[in-house]
């Protein structure tokens, strides 16, 4: 296992349309993250997942957003009737389960660059 | 609200030069402060994990260094190189959170 993959690497649609993404973690990491980077800015928090329950999730995580982790190793990330300023990278990480003294370092996948046309 | 800012915002130093990136925290009740790195396109590369509990670590030519208490962390980066031309990205998770809030990045640029 080489690190986080994410699919597709890039996505063009035309507005009003639905996509999906997905992330596969580093095998046996049970904490799984998705974030939002737009061009010049930091990545925003979306959804946290630990194994499949998602504990926390941002209110920029609209109505039209959802994300899942079924079996708690890969994670879908679902936008329905998309808008322009869904155009964005969506970046996933994932990191093991923090140990009593542990580091708990969060690795990033490549990301899925969205274009919304 | 955990608020994240770097300074600068975009740096351009010839190669060899030492250099000093900064990253200042709002709220100084963080669990860890890591440090990335983002090549133009691609996704972000982790390059030192800072527990609240320590004063700093290093990983060959970069140093960082946190003052919770100040709401501070800076990265030293030794005899640049053209090789470490990218965006570096400071981010904290506040104590009780899973979530990284992130500054919005110093562009490096070394010229050789």
């Known amino acids: 296992d080489t690190g986080v993959s994410q699919n597709p690497r890039h996505k063009i649609t035309k507005r009003g349309q639905n996509v999906t993404f997905r992330c596969d973690p580093i095998?046996?990491?049970?904490?799984l993250y998705w974030y939002r980077q737009t061009l010049g800015q930091g990545p925003e928090f979306l959804t946290y997942f630990q194994n499949e329950a998602q504990l926390e999730k941002s209110r920029l995580l609209s109505d039209r957003f959802s994300a899942e982790r079924p079996k708690g190793s890969f994670s879908t990330l679902e936008i329905q009737r998309t808008e322009q300023g869904d155009s964005a990278m969506y970046l996933c990480?994932?990191?093991?389960?923090?140990?009593?003294?542990?580091?708990?370092?969060?690795?990033f996948g490549p990301g899925t660059r969205l274009t919304v046309l | 609200k955990q608020e994240v800012t770097q300074i600068p915002a975009a740096l351009s130093v010839p190669e060899g030069e030492n250099l000093v990136l900064n990253c200042s925290f709002t709220?100084?009740?963080?669990?860890?402060l890591q440090w990335f790195r983002q090549d133009p396109g691609k996704g972000l590369t982790s390059l030192l994990l800072i527990q609240s509990s320590q004063r700093e670590q290093t990983s060959g030519r970069l140093n960082a260094s946190l003052d919770k208490s100040s709401g501070r962390s800076t990265l030293y980066i030794a005899a640049s190189q053209p090789g470490d031309s990218a965006t570096y990205l400071c981010?904290?998770?506040?104590?009780?959170?899973?979530?990284?809030?992130f500054g919005t990045g110093t562009r490096l640029l070394v010229s050789p």
């Open positions: 095998s046996e990491h049970n904490r």
């Open positions: 981010a904290v998770k506040n104590t009780g959170f899973q979530k990284l809030v």
């Open positions: 709220d100084s009740a963080i669990y860890n």
């Open positions: 990480a994932s990191s093991p389960r923090g140990l009593a003294g542990g580091t708990d370092t969060q690795y």
